[in-house]
């Protein structure tokens, strides 16, 4: 059975993650803070022989790959991709908005006012559910959409791999966060997943371990 390590890194801080904002689809540029964040990453994951480079197709996420990659001695041999699959979920008509603002909204269906109410009580996957209900263009992924997405980005990846290949993957929080909610909820403490942070899967044929989520001080 084919097995592939992958290390996923949440993209640096952005100009949206500053203020607040809800930031899914949508886009901004990376902080310094950012990317420092990215810098960090890069650092503690140098020793690591990576045989090719993954992230979404958003700009914060290949700019932190970019910038995490130069930190590897062997940068120039590794192989980068962009796949959409590997985006952060979509929030339709509150992307942009402040973030607070949007679990007000969202709980308000549920009679919960914030997002810790909310994922607290509901979780990850039916939070999603109710995003999808309270965008009023009906364009918020929905908790369907969104894993049909990312899986169909974990079989493109199994594909574009060999037996015992180490991967970079550079994502976004809740789109880490969800992965291990699903496949390793006891690891899921309630907490975001922070910026620039590492959290490592072992991808086999028709399975996902989490070996360890959001670290900052991982040492290759």
């Known amino acids: 059975m084919k097995k592939i390590t992958a290390y996923f890194v949440r993209h640096g801080q952005t100009m949206l993650n500053h203020y607040n904002k809800v930031q899914g689809w949508i886009d901004s540029p990376l902080t310094a803070k950012g990317r420092a964040d990215a810098k960090r990453a890069g650092e503690q994951l140098k020793n690591i022989p990576f045989v090719a480079a993954y992230s979404s197709d958003s700009g914060r996420a290949i700019e932190t790959a970019h910038i995490a990659l130069r930190q590897n001695p062997a940068n120039m041999n590794i192989v980068s991709y962009q796949y959409p699959e590997f985006r952060e979920q979509c929030h339709g008509y509150f992307e942009g908005n402040d973030l607070n603002q949007m679990w007000q909204f969202v709980g308000a269906q549920v009679k919960l006012t914030s997002e ?33 997405r990312l899986d169909r980005g974990f079989d493109k990846l199994r594909a574009n791999s060999q037996d015992g290949d180490e991967v970079l993957v550079v994502s976004h929080g809740m789109t880490i966060r969800s992965i291990v909610d699903r496949y390793a909820p006891d690891l899921d403490l309630g907490v975001a997943t922070i910026n620039g942070s590492i959290t490592k899967l072992e991808i086999t044929d028709d399975d996902i371990h989490v070996d360890f989520f959001n670290k900052v001080d991982f040492q290759s």
């Open 116 to 148: 810790s109410a909310v994922l607290g009580t509901y979780g990850l996957e039916k939070a999603r559910d109710l995003i999808h209900q309270a965008d009023l263009y009906g364009e918020a992924e929905n908790n369907d959409m969104f894993w049909k």
